[in-house]
């Protein structure tokens, strides 16, 4: 393996992590109020 196969192999795997974790932090129930909350914010009038 050249230094580029292990470079991207790399990245590879820590952007599946990054994935994962930001799935695991959308999908979780405790955040589901403040993503309810968020929704249509552009077109709340204060």
Do not use: C
Request: glycine fraction near 4%; charge should be neutral; proline fraction near 2%.
């Amino acid at each position: 393996m050249t230094a580029v196969d292990i470079f991207g192999a790399g990245t590879a795997i820590i952007l599946f992590i990054l994935m994962v974790s930001a799935y695991f932090y959308t999908f979780r129930p405790k955040n589901k109020k403040q993503f309810e909350d968020l929704n249509n914010f552009v077109n709340k009038e204060d």
